[in-house]
């Protein structure tokens, strides 16, 4: 099997003069570990579970410099990675979601709304939608990720230092509603024609023929038409997803874990990306789902106005039609994707997020 760095850009992983420097500087500056961490069998084990560097790049391979151009092209790769593979695995889970949102009466519960899809459609119609899917969350986790990146380092560096400190759940949520709101529009078109073909019988088989069928129908405007729903949906649920994620962290390391985060082993830090991820989405789920249901119906039916679904489905409806299956999907998602990626950036030398600054940046 080809090297891991084989698969990704040259500028992620080569050494530059730059990244020399500061690692030389990191070898000087970072403590010493003691030889009692782990022993010779544990360290046995994990140089053959974990290839060399993956954890812990040392000086002489490199390192991605903080907030580099090569940092934020990390960012977005990861981002690409996390919500394009964990999207398109709860594709049946979502097909269902969104069934369950358009035909209540057909598809009533979790188990009858499988149970259905199977027998009309056999297993394959669980999976429909899937292109657009991965293609379209890989676009968006590019955007959501890179730029929340981005943004947050914005504007922590325009309050300043101890309004950056004092004042960071407003900085977490401005920096992730900026991202989300070009994330969705890169997201649209492909969430569109997503819902179409999963929620339309005999619509299309998927992104090749969906996708132009779509455009015939409705124009290149029908695509963008439900934006304005997306950001409702994704703006909130991106806003609580980091915010709820960054402060989730901090207390997990402060209250749960019984160890400073910079004395954690990079495997310990994964687990607790992947818990503070589920936590935060199961709230994501619950803020974002009544904007969830408008964008699911105004796909699925043409000429459908905000105020018409709110009409028919009625408010109780809108907040809780489908809500306990995307709590579990959402979760699962959440956790997973904040665990895919903070696994690549410490994959590539770049420390995992939130629970305060890595040991190079220590006073």
Not at 52 to 61: D, H, L, T, Y
């Amino acid at each position: 099997m080809a090297p891991f760095s084989s698969m990704l850009p040259s500028s992620l992983y080569a050494p530059t003069a730059s990244t020399a420097v500061f690692s030389q500087k990191f070898d000087e500056t970072a403590p010493a570990v003691p030889a009692t961490v782990a022993s010779p069998t544990e360290s046995s084990l994990m140089s053959r579970l974990v290839p060399k560097g993956v954890f812990a790049p040392s000086a002489k391979e490199g390192g991605i410099v903080q907030y580099s151009s090569e940092y934020w092209a990390a960012c977005a790769v990861g981002g690409v990675l996390s919500c394009g593979l964990t999207h398109m695995g709860v594709t049946p889970l979502d097909v269902v979601k969104c069934n369950m949102q358009i035909d209540p009466k057909k598809y009533p519960s979790i188990s009858g709304g499988f149970s259905t899809i199977v027998k009309t459609e056999g297993y394959a119609g669980l999976f429909r939608g899937w292109v657009p899917t991965l293609l379209g969350y890989s676009a968006q986790g590019a955007c959501k990720f890179g730029f929340y990146e981005y943004f947050k380092k914005k504007y922590s560096d325009m309050a300043g230092p101890e309004f950056a400190a004092k004042y960071q759940t407003p900085i977490f949520l401005a920096g992730s509603a900026s991202a989300e709101f070009i994330a969705d529009v890169a997201l649209c078109p492909f969430e569109a024609v997503k819902v179409k073909v999963q929620t339309v019988p005999g619509f299309a088989k998927g992104m090749s023929d969906g996708f132009p069928r779509f455009v015939a129908l409705e124009g290149v405007g029908g695509l963008f038409k439900g934006i304005t729903p997306l950001w409702g949906r994704q703006i909130p649920y991106t806003m609580m997803k980091f915010a709820c994620f960054e402060n989730t962290v901090q207390a997990l390391y402060q209250y749960v874990v019984p160890k400073p985060k910079v004395d954690c082993s990079k495997p310990e830090q994964l687990g607790v990306s992947f818990l503070a991820g589920y936590i935060a989405g199961v709230f994501c789920a619950i803020v974002s789902h009544p904007a969830d249901n408008l964008v699911s119906k105004m796909n699925a039916q043409k000429g459908a106005t905000i105020g018409d679904i709110v009409g028919e489905m009625g408010w109780f409806a809108l907040f809780t039609r489908g809500l306990p299956l995307r709590i579990i999907m959402i979760g699962t998602l959440t956790g997973l994707q904040w665990g895919i990626y903070d696994s690549f950036k410490v994959a590539v030398g770049l420390p995992t997020s939130g629970g305060g600054p890595p040991k190079d940046e220590k006073k």
